[in-house]
């Protein structure tokens, strides 16, 4: 997956390494990846935010490699990506016998399947009026700047602008954006956090700004300030 040295947690300082915040190619390598393994939920992009670090930090659990106790809890660094790749090596050899008797097979019952598809959207369209127009905002593309708040904090009520109560829900995937730039109500990808709903607003949400939910204080303050893609999806 990724080239890396081949080394041990200790040796991560001195060898290439991911992190919380870092925005690269080789994070949204490093999703696909957790992704395919199932440790990883969500669209996948570019930037090491929660949702990567949680990822991670399972996947480390699973096969051995750091605990929370673990100075390198977390971090993508050599040893967890020599993991990755072990386990995906093995598992594309075992599935390509299988891929290939089915291959033939697969192909006709795509075709048929994308005629059928053809055909329904032909007719959704037709007898669309004004009532299944979406929102202005809909398939619009921003690079916003991103912060990150909870609910799991003092003096913190947890409602949000639209009344959903995040104590109840710790690991929503709910954004805070300016109502004049996205709608409240609307469904948002946003690179490294996944599919949101746009269901909070803020006194510093202005413009192109947006705040991403997370579970907990620290997963708070470790994103900082990143810039992110987030598009509008209905």
Known sequence: MLSAPNAADASFTESYQMMSGDVSDDVNELQVTLKELGYFNGSTGHTFGPRTLSAVQDFQLDNGISSPAGNFYGVAGPATQEALDNIVASESTGSSDGNNETAEEGTEEE???????????????????????????????FTMEATAYTAD?????????????????????????DP????????????GYGEAVAADT?????????????????????????????????
């Open 153 to 177: 904090c003092d003096g913190c009520s947890g409602v949000t602008a639209t009344g959903k109560d995040l104590n109840n829900d710790r690991n929503a995937n709910v954004v805070a954006v």
């Open 111 to 141: 075709a048929a399947t994308e005629e059928q598809g053809t055909e329904e959207q032909s007719g959704a369209e037709e007898g669309t009026g004004s009532e299944g127009s979406t929102s202005e905002a809909e398939g619009d593309s």
């Open 202 to 234: 803020g006194g510093a949400i202005n413009g192109e700004k947006i705040d991403l939910h997370v579970p907990t204080q620290d997963e708070a303050m470790n994103f900082g300030r990143q810039d992110v893609e987030v598009t509008v999806l209905d």
């Open 180 to 191: 004049n730039v996205i709608p409240l109500g609307s469904t948002v990808h946003v690179e």
